[in-house]
């Protein structure tokens, strides 16, 4: 199937793009007018707070350029995922980067202008001009930022050399992904294999033992040939990270990155402290993993393998949108009614081809639209997760736009998880409820448990390195690859149980951080861990309440960026500056755990 030419496939398996521009030609006429359009932006300079429509003026102006340029990139984005190999389609996507550069550039000025402005005078020029309340949230944003915005000549100078402040990941990315050689094992059945990270991500999860632990091994050593190197593009990026925090005058680059949300300290640090208190439940977890391996020392290499038998369950698409309909109907007939919209009217590219790029996601940008989803549909049970995970981002993303003015229809990346994860339980739900085979039960419980592990413990485990490694860049300490691979270790070998004897773990893994991209982001994927914590709780909340549960969370779908993100889930009946959400988790995984070791 994936070799299947994209002519090849049925139309009602391929999204369709015309709702977004007729053709690429009428993309390049808006392109075109768009980068004309952007130059206008200089008539506010020194202007932006003359009045209270001249304020409106410019947030209307800087709006709709936002929303154009979102529309065109989608636009250009998707065609190239269509097929990765069009360098035609790859130019739009270069073409509308380029463009949002230049009006980054071009409105350096906005950040000071806008930070002169008094709380007063925003209030009154609000009052004077209703439609501003809007912009009520980017705001309060300025104003809680006053103290961290520079001159008009700094901001220039910052935005300039920002620039630059990817050459460490775009490094990152050319040498792992493309130059980097790989080395070639040979497996049980004779075949010579190149270990580039498809083929590792494929043989980590055999089902031989021999062939995960030859790749697993032959894999870290070749990363390891080259642990100088990625320690270099780690600390440059954590040297801009902290010269960014120092000089726009944070505490430190966690401070700098959780201020735009406005998420206090207390929830990275709160995640990490109580992963730590319950790493007994994921040692349970491990251990059990262990038991249905068969082996007799549990290692790293094995935490991939699948471990039990996979299921000879196998869906069309047709049954996977029933199973997802069946699912999502504690949600109701409204957001029903929309997925089947999303099925029908082509919202989804969903067959694998010839070209076409790997994984799924879900892309809301085009605020006018509506939401796309990109995936690779097989027909085994996990695709159809993928289906129901991809559909809670896009009904997120649809609830919003409906739901808000264009200026805070984004919802944040902190809650961009829990629409997703949510789904995921109400579809595992289901299942539970519907499977009587004691095999398949065992299957969908660890695949259930190998969330836990994946989502919430070893997100928790990068977050936790993130932390101390930005932390010696603070304090000026010399960072090497050799230093960050004894750290990761040391934080590696404490998660997994291994002075207990729970799981072993080489010391080639060491270098297991150099393989992580997320490194690369500033503080992102402590983000998966409170998405998922809060996902748990809430599809317990909405399955064991009332209709007015239900609502209190469709209320947080369509609430896109109108609040922070904590108040956001705290009105949807989740405290995340609490320790219940965590523990309501742990507890499912708990029960989850003593299901399987019952069925055992």
Known sequence: MAQTDRKDIDEKYKWNLSDLYSSKDVWAEHKKSLAEKIKEVSRFKGHIADSA?????????????????????????????????????????????????????????????????????????????????????????????????????????????????????????????????????????????????????????????????????????????????????????????????????????????????????????????????????????????????????????????????????????EEAQQMVIEALAPLGTQYVDVVRRAFRERWIDVMPCKGKATGAYSNGAAYDVHPYILMNFD???????????????????????????????????????????????????????????????????????????????RQAQFAEFQLRMTEMAERSEPITGQKLSALYGEILRRYYGHDSGVCYIDPVVDIEWAFIPHFYMGFYVYQYSTSFVASQALSEIVLQGSDAERNRYLNFLSAGDSKYPIDELRDAGVDMLSDQPFNKAISKMNNLIDQLESLL
């Open 53 to 317: 429509i001249a304020l409106l003026d410019f947030f209307t102006f800087d709006s709709n350029i936002e929303k154009e340029m979102a529309r065109l990139s989608i636009y250009a984005s998707l065609l190239s995922d269509q097929d990765v190999n069009n360098a035609e389609n790859l130019a739009l996507v270069k073409e509308i980067e380029s463009l949002s550069i230049d009006y980054v550039q071009l409105t350096h000025f906005v950040r000071p202008e806008l930070s002169a402005i008094s709380a007063d005078t925003y209030a009154a020029f609000t009052a004077q001009q209703p439609s501003l309340a809007q912009y009520s949230m980017a705001i309060d944003r300025i104003l809680r930022g006053k103290e961290h915005t520079l001159s008009d000549v700094e901001e220039e100078l910052l935005s300039k050399v920002s620039m630059l402040g990817n050459t460490p990941y775009s490094t990152f990315s050319v040498f792992s992904d493309a130059e980097m050689p790989f080395p070639t094992i040979t497996t049980s059945d004779g075949q010579q294999v190149v270990l580039d990270h498809s083929a590792f991500a494929r043989l980590r999860a055999s089902e031989v033992r021999d062939d995960r632990q030859k790749a697993f091994y032959a894999f870290w050593e070749n990363y390891r040939k080259f642990e100088g190197t990625f320690g270099e593009l780690t600390d440059g990026n954590l040297r801009r990270k902290v010269f960014a925090a120092q000089v726009r005058k944070y505490p430190s680059a966690l401070d700098s990155a959780l201020s735009y949300n406005n998420i206090p300290r207390g929830v990275y640090t709160s995640l990490i402290d109580n992963v730590n208190k319950n790493l007994d439940t994921f040692h349970r977890y491990l251990r059990l993993k262990k038991r249905l391996l068969g082996v007799d020392r549990l290692e790293y290499a094995d935490v991939y393998a699948p471990a039990v038998a996979k299921s000879d369950l196998h869906f069309t698409y």
């Open 379 to 457: 027909g085994l049970y996990d695709h159809v997760g993928t289906l129901i995970h991809e559909l809670g981002h896009t009904m997120h993303s649809y609830l919003s736009n409906a739901s808000q003015p264009f200026p805070t229809c984004d919802y944040s990346i902190f809650v961009a998880e829990v629409a997703s994860t949510f789904n995921e339980a109400l579809l595992d739900n289901m299942m539970l409820r519907r499977l009587t085979d004691r095999n398949n039960r065992i299957e969908l419980i660890m695949n259930m448990l190998d969330g836990f592990k994946g989502t919430l413990f």
